[in-house]
T-cell receptor, first 114, second 111 residues
Framework: NAGVTQTPKFQVLKTGQSMTLQCAQD?????MYWYRQDPGMGLRLIYY???????DKGEVPNGYNVSRLNKREFSLRLESAAPSQTSVYFC?????????????FGPGTRLTVL | EDKVVQSPLSLVVHEGDTVTLNCSYE??????LLWYKQEKKAPTFLFML????IEKKSGRLSSILDKKELFSILNITATQTGDSAIYLC???????????FGTGTRLTIIP
């Protein structure tokens, strides 16, 4: 099992460019999440998907869109990148075990917007 | 809105010392509290706590939850340089699928 995978690992964009961050999990988890992590801010939830076909906004959704393509894949799109979106982005999926809230994280994407 | 506050924000100790990290929270309809360790990359799961007063232990790490006073502590005894990391606390509620994270405590162990 690869767990949660993310591509790319690093990306540099110019202001106004668009890009899609890809995430996939092979653990048959229903719920998937996108977070951003900035210095001194902890992990902040951007969007999440409780199941295939559903998505919901998190704490900081502005400037982002998501697609839950199927049970395995959950992508995050920046339509017009801004310097304020410079951050490390983590994708996660949640264990379906009854009573468990454990989330498994991907390795992250470091995005710089110039 | 759920809220998690961790203290201290950063801590520097010598190898062999014991440290205590704090996490206080405000949650509507509390479900669980989780601790994660983050080294250079992705956070990795340490503990999930749901009941007051029951200590979870893994090697030199242990954690306990107080649901009356709304806090948890993470203890690390006989610290090693490999314990240097950011330690994140998160809470969940029964209303949704989300975790709310604190800002983390950055722990540095000096050899």
């Amino acid at each position: 099992n690869a767990g949660v995978t993310q591509t790319p690992k690093f990306q540099v964009l110019k202001t106004g460019q668009s890009m899609t961050l890809q995430c996939a999990q092979d653990m048959n988890h229903n719920s998937m999440y996108w977070y951003r992590q900035d210095p001194g801010m902890g992990l902040r939830l951007i969007y999440y998907s409780a199941s295939e076909g559903t998505t919901d906004k998190g704490e900081v959704p502005n400037g982002y869109n998501v697609s839950r393509l199927n049970k395995r894949e959950f992508s995050l799109r920046l339509e017009s990148a801004a310097p304020s979106q410079t951050s490390v982005y983590f994708c996660a999926s949640r264990s379906p075990l009854a009573g468990s809230n454990e989330q498994f994280f991907g390795p992250g994407t470091r995005l710089t917007v110039l | 809105e759920d809220k998690v506050v961790q203290s201290p924000l950063s801590l520097v100790v010598h190898e062999g010392d014991t440290v205590t990290l704090n996490c206080s929270y405000e949650v509507t309809n509390f479900r669980s509290l989780l601790w994660y360790k983050q080294e250079k990359k992705a956070p990795t799961f340490l503990f999930m706590l749901t009941s007051s007063g029951i200590e979870k232990k893994s090697g030199r790490l242990s954690s306990i939850l107080d649901k009356k006073e709304l806090f948890s502590i993470l203890n690390i005894t006989a610290t090693q340089t490999g314990d240097s990391a950011i330690y994140l606390c998160a809470v969940s509620n029964f209303g949704n699928e989300k975790l709310t994270f604190g800002t983390g405590t950055r722990l540095t162990i000096i050899p």
